[in-house]
Antibody
Framework: EVQLVESGGGLIQPGGSLRLSCAAS????????MHWVRQAPGEGLVWVSS????????VYADSVKGRFTISRDNARNTLYLQMNSLRAEDTAVYFC???????????????WGQGGLVTVSS | DIVMTQTPLSSPVTLGQPASIACRSS???????????LSWLQQRPGQPPRLLIY???KRFSGVPDRFSGSGAGTDFTLKISRVEAEDVGVYYC?????????FGQGTKLEIK
């Protein structure tokens, strides 16, 4: 069974840093693009960042570029999101998601974690 | 960036009746490989999103066949043939053809 479990969220002051982790199990982690998607309280879904299976190709939303860093440790089956210079508007539940590509079908965000809450407030 | 616009934003539906949600993209979603990477996701209260439809019209494994997706160019539709109580939630369209990936604002489906 595919499982994605986020951890590392919490309350942080503006300007602070936090690292989210997403522990993956039940599948071959280094075969998949992985993504972070966030959802501010009461709001919709917003794509944040993606990373290629080998970790060499990160992609970022403009709103987090230069402040957030996505990475992965394929030996530990773990996805990370290092968040620096946090702002109030970064307050959200952060979901990690797996992308499936196979059998002629790609870009299926088929599995999602339960999400980790990050609250940026003084 | 591609803007995804959903209508309606709220949809009260009677149990057993059909429902339809539209999603319009500001640019074509046809990828260089010829595919349309338009997905529909459902988010029930307090839950993470769940994939319903991918590549415009393909139903994901385990999704009831009352859900269907269609569309072309920049106009797409999610249809539920007969709404059931478990379908309550917010529905999002999402494009993964071009970075940055973008979502519609969400459509809240509720029972009348």
């Amino acid at each position: 069974e595919v499982q994605l479990v986020e951890s590392g969220g919490g309350l942080i002051q503006p300007g602070g840093s936090l690292r989210l982790s997403c522990a993956a199990s039940g599948f071959i982690f280094d075969s998949h693009w992985m993504h972070w998607v966030r959802q501010a309280p009461g709001e919709g879904l917003v794509w944040v960042s993606s990373i290629s299976p080998d970790g060499t190709t990160p992609v970022y939303a403009d709103s987090v570029k230069g402040r957030f860093t996505i990475s992965r440790d394929n030996a530990r089956n773990t996805l990370y999101l290092q968040m620096n210079s946090l702002r109030a508007e970064d307050t959200a539940v952060y979901f990690c998601a797996r992308e499936v590509c196979g059998g002629g079908d790609c870009k299926l965000f088929d599995s999602w974690g339960q999400g980790g809450l990050v609250t940026v407030s003084s | 960036d591609i803007v995804m616009t959903q209508t309606p934003l709220s949809s009260p539906v009677t149990l057993g009746q059909p429902a339809s949600i539209a999603c319009r993209s500001s640019q074509s979603l046809v990828h260089n490989d010829g595919n349309i990477y338009l997905s529909w996701l459902q988010q029930r209260p307090g839950q993470p999103p769940r994939l319903l439809i991918y590549k415009n019209s393909k139903r994901f494994s385990g999704v009831p066949d009352r859900f269907s997706g269609s569309g072309a160019g920049t106009d797409f539709t999610l249809k539920i043939s007969r709404v059931e109580a478990e379908d309550v939630g917010v529905y999002y369209c999402m494009q993964a053809t071009h970075f940055p990936y973008t979502f519609g604002q969400g459509t809240k489906l509720e029972i009348k």
